[in-house]
């Protein structure tokens, strides 16, 4: 049993109290600032319903001891996650990669095409859709490409949605990675 304690990511599992992250910080290797907001820090829609999400736990790609919280759908018509991020977080004139990163659990998932969005600080648009391509493996799916600027500082609106009458099943998300290009 997994009991949230706070926004903060402190749970209780079982008497024990763990530490999980909800968001992290690298420099990239030209040294450019890069995030990963993991999927408890994003709004997804009914993730507080159990027979819609589950929360799980997965390792973090690069620290074997750092645990994060993965969302899985269980069965969902609207699929939505949606983040806000500050472009003041990020290094001045450079280029941005913006990914959600996923995985499929459920053969039929491969392939469905998944609407990503990403909105920048002045109202510009991009959207598009990805797709997941290999079963129960994590795949990043590119959300759009920004440059910073000092007169482009602002919110980034960052989604990705899927909303029709089929149902989807044992989506997984882990984070959305904010990544300089070198």
Request: some cysteine.
């Amino acid at each position: 049993m997994i009991t949230l304690v706070n926004r903060n990511s402190i749970l209780v599992r079982e008497n024990h109290t763990i530490k999980l992250w909800v968001q992290k910080y690298w420099a990239s290797n030209s040294g450019k600032d890069c995030f990963a907001l993991y999927a408890r820090r994003l709004q997804i829609t009914g993730s507080d319903d159990n027979s819609c999400w589950i929360w799980d736990q997965d390792q973090d790609q690069e620290t074997e001891d750092r645990k994060v919280e993965v969302a899985e759908s269980v069965k969902v018509r609207w699929l939505e996650a949606r983040t806000r991020f500050s472009t003041v977080n990020l290094q001045q004139s450079a280029t941005y990669n913006v990914y959600f990163v996923v995985k499929v659990k459920e053969q039929k998932m491969l392939n469905v095409p998944l609407n990503v969005k990403l909105v920048l600080p002045d109202g510009s648009k991009q959207e598009t859709q990805r797709s997941v391509s290999s079963l129960d493996k994590w795949e990043r799916l590119l959300v759009g490409t920004f440059r910073t600027a000092y007169n482009t500082i602002g919110m980034l609106d960052i989604s990705l949605q899927q909303v029709d009458d089929k149902w989807k099943e044992r989506i997984v998300i882990k984070c959305v990675e904010i990544v300089a290009q070198d």
